[in-house]
Each structure stands twice: as structure tokens, then as C-alpha cells.
């Protein structure tokens, strides 16, 4: 299969769509799953052509390793969330629009993967910033997508600089050569203004304030693509500021701490916070997405230290995370999704007991959440573990803590939406409603069956990843036939499935054979002699962590901090425009004039 | 992996079963004679669980059943996984994390059975258990963290061996104090023991997620219970105190730990679940982090240092 091919195709595909949902909403709908299905077909084909290199106009790609693991990862979250687009689109407002855009934003992100200069990788980025900002703006909220616009246009200016920086020495835009010769003042400032972009994107501490407004407010179908794929965008980013920018060299004579340069150590740092902040900020949230979207920024925070870390375990931890967080947390936005489909809303507090519903539903959030907490037999284990034996390696101690806390808290915010939203009780409105059918649960059902895959034949990914770190020059970590060697420990997945199945069958078995229990409705429950009738009243889900919450309910928000700063910056427009936009035409005069002469004192004095 | 190796898995969860629950039933009698009751019969705890087994019960839906098989198979897979006085059913799968989290796969099989119960009870004290969880388990794991960084090695056998034959100054609660006083905190708060059994409190919101349970499902929970508290009790014994040369040894040591524990329990009151979760990010958080500072930049307790 040729890239060439699947670019064009897709991109043919974006247009005929929007003119095909004119005519039919539900064909339009299909033919983005026929589109995405045929992407991530084709750019499995791929494999083969690896280290080919071709242009197409003024673009040039090169088929790379990691540029492959990458794409198809994005293009699995693209393809499966497809799934889902048909039967939206009469709750859309623009639905061409819509599958216009979803394609088009997912060829911009195989192309942005495959780039070989920066030129390319910079359009092909920015037509995933604009599409993908037409479309959140199509979900709940216009002002998420401002926030989602503004925080990633800081990130693609800065980005953009530290190109046209590193062009100014070396001359050239090709990636691989691109930041040869820097050194010094300029290097650091190249290093933090072309790693912003990808901060940004990942959502790491202080941009995650993007993240709940465009994934919480996002239509229900494309959430799982912000945080399944399009977050993982900032990953490529962050693996090339190591590789590409060969960060450890450079500042290899500068302060270290625990045998890492200081820039890189000061980014694992805020890593460290977007996972303490993505975790208390979701434990507190009421709203579902908004959960699990601040759950991306924590995971965002795992991946990014295990990227950085460019070492044998926890680079490959971190690699494997952005899988296996793609699979678990597109499966739970999905999952979230299909009862919205149901019941209309994403509000835990308005929902109960949907696990008598919709019992498949439950089953994918189900393994989605012990993926994404990181708890076997399920793949988030698996690259989690590689990264704790990576940072218990270099003796990291800060940053242990903070990974641990993220992954204990992950038990607390995973497991409030699967208790409020689908155990407890079901709520009088919702007692008819029905499973969603076949279709869209078939994506749900295989993101299911590949984190179960990932966790217990984690080998799978590795080996592909053994491949990326031979690429970029580091020694690969330690596979044998099933198992993970590091140099603390050693893992054997598949035998800890099977032990795992092992005493699952004793208990079922001790289960069976005991007298078969009485089916007692769910109202009929101890409630200390009270007559409640009313499901709803006996449903605890609003502040579902309450005391805990009590605990840092006064700590500072990082949005409202934005927002004052936005105020004072309107504060000082207003002021301009009246001093300079007055009534009185020579006061306008007067005040130019005044500034006129003023900066050329200073520029006189400078 | 061979057919003898669930053959010992299975004799080990037996072998557990009667050693932990003939423990507890003794302990019943410590903790009634601390509050100068006469206490039940050594053996009432297994008459407890029997009795449940037998009894009807009742159910709230696919998942309430669901949970507790889940729960107990979890906790079951984790047992088998333990090494005891150097033996394991299953060589080499003894590492520290993939013991902590396989257990965290029975405790949401419990917390998944408890809140499908329907009872708000149940899901209060699911929400003050996993609030607990994140209170001591942070200072425990950066204490183990430093472990594994000392000793270079994430099993627990091999963490246990490393400290016998040097006496009982060996054992990395006396290498690293801090570290050991830390880890004793927080097995009290894995145990649920007061003062950080706010999540079973019985009469303040009727034993939280043990609220629906009856018949064989409690059978299961009491079962349950027992595994998991030798699991806990074990991981902080093969860590701290050396775990044992041969299996009477860690028998003795692992009775002596429990007791203490249990005793200590016995006349404690009860924290809120929010001032649980400040004391240990207080006190024992403070030690963990400067026992591991400690460790990395001085090496202070890898070698012996008195």
C-alpha cells in the first residue's frame, strides 16, 4: 500500500462525504467508517515500506517506525469511534460539516506522522488544529473550542519559531537534521518553544485547561478521538524533542538531577503535576467526560515521563501507554457515549443503575477502567509497571510519588462513573431503555478485546517497540518468548492471566455448588427502617468522594487564574480603545503623537 | 507452569485458609480480653464462615454475584502468588507491583459487588475505602519504591532473603526505621483496623460494604477477608522483617505481627475518613519521603550501618 494512495483517498473521501450527508445524513455517516476502516487497513499494509521516501507536491514524507506505530494508533481510535457517526448525525447541527471535517482531520494526522521536514509536519498539524476545532464546535459549548484554539495556537506559534530558530543555524527543515549545530542559550530556548506544542497537546499542567472544555463539550463521537488520538499528537512531539533534538547530548555538561539533564527533568516534573492535578481535579468532577478527560491528563502525564526517560524500561512504558490508553479511555468515552445515546445526558447525578440496561455497555467500561488504573490482567498494567521499574531504576524519587498517587487516585475516579452511572439504583425514567445495537457495539466490543490482548500478550507491542528503540539508538528493552526482563524485575503476563483465571474458576466453582441465592429486586435493600419508595432518593452519586473533596476544595484553579488574566487583558484593550478611539478625533491624535515620541526616546536609548 | 504448580497454588490457598482464619479466631479472644470480655471459642471463626456458606441468601442482580466471584478470585490468584518461607507455587512472578495491583482486581470485584447492592451504604463505604487506599498507600509505596532502588530487585523473595542470616538487625525495618515505622502505619490502615476502619464502620453506616451481604455471599466476603489480610500481613513481613528462613519461623514472626497489629487496633478510636487521609499525608508520608532521600543520596540502610 502506498501513503500516497491513502492520503488522497481519504482526503477525496473527506469532500464526497460532505456532499453525500447533504443528500443522505446516514450514508454520510457509513462512509466515514468505509473511509477510516480503509485508512487503518492500509496503513497496517504499510509495514512492509518502511524507510521508503517520496514527496508529493511540496510535501515530503518518509515512512518511519515510530511514524507507523503512531498513525496506526490514531487511525484505530478514528476508525473505531467511526462506528458511532451514523447514528448521531440527526442530534448534529451540521453533520456534512461534521464528516467533512472527521476525515480531514485524520488524514492530517497520517500525514503530520509520516513528515519529513517540518514544513510538512506543521500544515499537516495545523489542518488537525482547525478541523478539529470546527468540530468541537459543534458539540455542547462554542467557548471550548476558543479554549481549545487558543491553547493549541500558543503551542503550534511556539513550535513554529523554534523551527524557523533551528532553520536560521542549520539551514534546513528536514527533521532528522534540522537541530544540528545548536548549542548553549539557544538550544534550551529551541528545546522548551518546540516542545510546547506537544505539552500542549498532551494536556500537560499548565495547558490541560483545554482538555475538559473540548472533550467535555465535544459532541459524544468525537471525544473519544480528542483523548484516544488526538492527544497523542503531543507524544510525537515530545518523542521527537529527545530523538530528533537529541535533548540528552546536548545538555548532556548541564546540571542533572538523578542523571538526567535539568530541562528534561524540570518537563518530567510538570508530568508529574498534570498527574497530581489530573487526578484530584477528576476525582471532583460530576459530569462523566469531564472525568475522563481530566484522566487523560493525568495518563498524559505517565506517558510524557515515560517518553522523556529515553532509557531501555520506562521509554518503552511510555510507549506502550500511548496504546494502551488510546484503547481504554476511546473504549470508555464510547461507553459513556452509548448511554448518553440512551438516556440523553452525561450527568452522573442523573443516572443510575444502567448496568440492567445496558449490560454489554457496562462490560467494555468495565475492562476499560482496570486498563486505564493500570491493574492486571488488563495492557495499562503492563506499561505502567514498565515505568515504575524505569523511575525505581534511576531512583526518582518525586516523581515515583507523584505516579504513584496518580495510579492509586485512578481507582477513586475510575470507579465513580461505574458506580453512579451504571451500579446502584436505575432510575424510574430509564427502566425501559434498551441495549445499543449491534453496530455500535462492535468498536466498543474489539477496543475491549485489545486491551485484554494488550495485558496478557504484552509482548506484541513491545516487540514493535523494541524496533522504535533500536531506531532512535537506545538499547532495547529485554523480551523473551512471553515475558518482560528489566533490571528489577520480571514480568510474565500471560502465567499471571492464567493464575488470575485460575482462582476466578475456584471461586465460581465454590459459587455454583452452594444453594442458588433468591433474586430479590434492588429497592428491596436495609435502609434503617425507613420507607423510601422513590429509586432516586436512594442513589448516592453527587459528591461521591465529598470528605476527600473538603480537602483541597480551596486550592487554586488553574482556569480561574486564566480567566482574571483574560479580564485584565480586556481591561487594558478597553483602556486603549478609549484613549486612542475617543469621541474627540485630536485626542486620538494627541496620544499617537505621544507614543510616538515616547518609543522613539526608547528606541533612541536602546 | 505445570499441573504440579496449581496443585501447590491449591494447597497453598488451603493451607492459608485454615493458618489465617485459626488466627483470627484467636485474635477474637486477644481483643475480647483487652476489653475484659471472655470472647468465643478459637474456632467460632470457622464455624462463622461455614454457617454462612450454608445459609440461603439473596441476590441483586448479575453483578452482585458477579463482584464476589470476581473479588474472591482475585484475592485467591494474588495468595498463590505470595512466597512463604521462600516457596512459591508459581517461581518468579513475586513481584511487588504486580502483588499490589492484582489485589486492588479483588478489591474492585468487592467495591463493584458492594455499590451493585443498590444500598447508598454500600457505596459511602466503597467511596471511604478507596479514600483510605489512597491515604496509605502512597507513603507505603515510596517506601518500597526505596526499597526496590536499594536492592535493585521488585520480588519478594528475593527482598526477604537479602535480610536473613545478619540476626534481627538485618531486617530493613531496622536498616531503614522510617521506612519500617511506615510501613507498619499503613499495613494498620490495609487491614481496615481502627483508627482507619472507617469504611466498615458498623454503626455509624452499618458495616458499609458489607451492608447486602448474606448466606454464601458472606461466606465469600468472610473467606475474602482472610486471604486479603494474609496478603497484606505478608508483603509487609517479607519487606520488613525478613520473612522467614523456614515456614515455622514465618508462621511465629507472621502471628507476632498480626497480634501486635491487632492489639494496637483494640484500643484505638476511630478517625474520620478525611483526617485519616491527612494524617498519613502528614506523618508518614514526611518519614517515607525522607527515608527514601536517605537511601538514594547516602546509602545509609543498603549496608549495614551500625
Known amino acids: ?606 | 507452569m505445570n499441573v504440579m504448580s496449581f496443585v501447590y497454588g491449591f494447597l497453598v490457598l488451603l493451607g492459608v485458609f485454615v493458618f489465617q482464619t485459626t488466627l483470627t479466631g484467636l485474635n477474637r479472644k486477644v481483643t475480647a480480653r483487652l476489653q475484659k470480655r471472655y470472647g468465643a471459642r478459637w474456632y467460632q471463626q470457622f464455624l462463622d464462615i461455614f454457617k454462612a456458606l450454608r445459609k440461603d441468601s439473596t441476590s441483586h442482580g448479575w453483578v452482585f454475584d458477579f463482584g464476589v466471584i470476581m473479588a474472591l478470585g482475585g484475592i485467591m490468584a494474588t495468595v498463590i502468588f505470595i512466597p512463604v518461607a521462600g516457596f512459591e507455587a508459581f517461581p518468579g512472578l513475586d513481584n511487588i507491583f504486580v502483588i499490589s495491583y492484582l489485589l486492588a482486581v479483588g478489591m474492585l470485584g468487592m467495591a463493584m459487588s458492594a455499590a451493585g447492592s443498590g444500598n447508598p451504604w454500600a457505596s459511602i463505604g466503597v467511596a471511604r475505602a478507596l479514600t483510605n487506599m489512597l491515604a496509605y498507600d502512597v507513603p507505603l509505596m515510596i517506601v518500597i519504591f526505596t526499597l526496590i532502588f536499594a536492592f535493585d530487585s521488585s520480588s519478594l523473595s528475593e527482598i526477604a532473603a537479602l535480610q536473613q542470616g545478619m540476626g534481627i538487625l538485618g531486617w530493613n525495618a531496622f536498616r531503614m526505621p522510617l521506612g519500617g515505622i511506615v510501613a507498619v502505619i499503613a499495613l494498620l490502615g490495609m487491614l481496615g483496623k481502627k483508627p482507619f476502619d472507617s469504611f466498615i464502620a458498623p454503626t455509624e453506616i452499618a458495616s458499609g460494604p458489607m451492608v447486602e451481604y448474606g448466606g454464601k455471599h458472606l461466606g465469600f466476603m468472610f473467606i475474602l477477608h482472610e486471604f486479603m489480610t494474609f496478603i497484606e500481613v505478608s508483603i509487609i513481613l517479607s519487606l520488613f522483617f525478613g520473612g522467614g528462613a523456614t515456614i515455622w519461623e514465618y508462621m511465629l514472626k507472621y502471628a507476632v505481627l498480626y497480634t501486635f497489629m491487632n492489639i494496637i487496633s483494640g484500643v484505638m478510636p476511630r478517625f474520620k475518613i478525611d483526617q485519616a487521609v491527612k494524617y498519613f499525608y502528614r506523618v508518614p508520608l514526611a518519614m517515607a519521603i525522607v527515608q527514601g532521600l536517605v537511601v538514594i543520596f547516602t546509602g545509609l540502610g543498603v549496608t549495614l550501618w551500625f
Request: hydrophobic share 55%; charged share 10%; glycine share 10%.
Open chain 1, 1 to 606: 500500500m502506498n501513503l500516497t494512495i491513502i492520503l488522497a483517498v481519504t482526503v477525496v473521501l473527506a469532500v464526497v462525504s460532505f456532499f453525500i450527508t447533504r443528500l443522505n445524513k446516514k450514508a454520510g455517516g457509513f462512509l466515514t467508517v468505509i473511509a477510516s476502516l480503509f485508512a487503518f487497513v492500509g496503513l497496517f499494509l504499510l509495514k512492509g515500506s518502511i524507510g521508503g521516501e517520496f514527496s508529493i507536491f511540496y510535501f515530503s514524507f518518509k515512512i518511519t517506525m515510530v511514524g507507523w506505530y503512531f498513525a496506526l494508533i490514531m487511525v484505530l481510535a478514528y476508525s473505531m469511534t467511526s462506528f458511532f457517526n451514523p447514528f448521531w448525525m440527526d442530534k448534529m447541527m451540521y453533520p456534512g460539516s461534521y464528516n467533512f471535517m472527521y476525515l480531514l482531520s485524520m488524514a492530517g494526522t497520517i500525514g503530520m506522522f509520516f513528515a519529513k521536514d517540518f514544513i510538512t509536519l506543521f500544515i499537516f498539524w495545523e489542518t488537525v488544529v482547525w478541523s478539529s476545532t470546527f468540530i468541537i464546535q459543534l458539540g455542547k459549548s462554542r467557548k471550548a473550542s476558543y479554549v481549545y484554539y487558543v491553547v493549541s495556537a500558543i503551542g503550534s506559534m511556539a513550535t513554529l519559531f523554534a523551527i524557523m530558530m533551528a532553520y536560521s543555524v542549520s539551514g534546513t527543515f528536514v527533521i532528522s537534521e534540522a537541530f544540528a549545530g545548536l548549542s548553549g542559550g539557544a538550544a534550551i530556548a529551541v528545546f522548551f518553544t518546540f516542545i510546547l506544542s506537544g505539552l500542549a497537546k498532551i494536556g500537560i499542567f499548565p495547558f490541560h485547561v483545554w482538555l475538559p472544555a473540548a472533550h467535555g463539550n465535544a459532541p459524544h463521537t468525537f471525544s473519544p478521538v480528542l483523548s484516544g488520538g488526538l492527544v497523542k499528537m503531543g507524544a510525537f512531539i515530545a518523542f521527537l524533542s529527545v530523538t530528533a533534538f537529541p535533548a540528552y547530548e546536548i545538555f548532556s555538561g548541564m546540571f542533572k538531577v538523578m542523571g538526567t539533564p535539568f530541562p528534561i527533568y524540570f518537563l518530567m516534573a510538570l508530568g508529574a503535576i498534570s498527574i497530581i492535578v489530573g487526578t484530584l481535579m477528576a476525582i471532583k468532577q460530576e459530569d462523566a467526560k469531564k472525568l475522563l478527560a481530566y484522566s487523560s491528563v493525568a495518563n498524559g502525564g505517565y506517558i510524557l515521563i515515560g517518553i522523556l526517560m529515553l532509557d531501555q524500561v520506562g521509554f518503552a512504558g511510555g510507549m506502550m501507554h500511548l496504546v494502551n490508553h488510546a484503547v481504554a479511555s476511546a473504549a470508555a468515552f464510547l461507553a459513556i457515549a452509548a448511554v448518553a445515546y440512551r438516556t440523553g445526558t452525561t450527568k452522573m447525578s442523573e443516572m443510575g443503575g444502567m448496568i440492567h440496561r445496558m449490560p454489554v455497555t457496562y462490560i467494555v467500561y468495565l475492562v476499560a477502567i482496570i486498563s486505564m488504573a493500570g491493574i492486571p490482567p488488563m495492557g495499562g498494567f503492563v506499561s505502567k509497571w514498565l515505568i515504575f521499574q524505569g523511575l525505581a531504576d534511576k531512583g526518582m524519587l518525586f516523581l515515583a510519588a507523584a505516579a504513584f498517587f496518580g495510579s492509586i487516585g485512578s481507582f477513586m475516579y475510575v470507579f465513580r462513573p461505574l458506580s453512579a452511572v451504571f451500579l446502584g439504583q436505575t432510575f424510574t425514567r430509564d427502566l425501559k431503555k434498551k441495549e445499543v445495537g449491534f453496530f455500535m457495539m462492535l468498536p466498543m466490543l474489539i477496543l475491549t478485546a485489545l486491551s485484554i490482548l494488550a495485558g496478557v500478550f504484552p509482548n506484541t507491542i513491545l516487540r514493535v517497540i523494541t524496533e522504535i528503540q533500536a531506531s532512535v539508538g537506545i538499547s532495547p528493552v529485554t523480551l523473551a518468548e512471553n515475558t518482560i526482563v528489566t533490571v528489577n524485575g520480571y514480568l510474565d503476563a500471560f502465567r499471571v492471566f492464567i493464575v488470575f483465571g485460575f482462582g476466578f474458576t475456584i471461586a465460581f466453582v465454590i459459587f455454583i455448588v452452594r444453594r442458588k441465592s433468591k433474586k430479590v429486586e434492588l429497592m428491596d435493600t436495609y435502609t434503617s427502617a425507613e420507607f423510601i419508595h422513590t429509586r432516586e432518593l436512594l442513589h448516592y452519586s453527587s459528591k461521591f468522594y465529598a470528605p476527600f473533596e473538603r480537602l483541597y476544595d480551596k486550592a487554586p484553579d488553574t482556569m480561574k487564574l486564566y480567566k482574571k488574566i483574560a479580564v485584565k487583558i480586556g481591561e487594558l484593550g478597553n483602556l486603549t480603545e478609549s484613549l486612542f478611539y475617543g469621541h474627540k478625533p485630536e485626542k486620538t491624535v494627541f496620544w499617537v503623537m505621544i507614543t510616538g515620541i515616547f518609543v522613539v526616546i526608547i528606541g533612541g536609548v536602546v
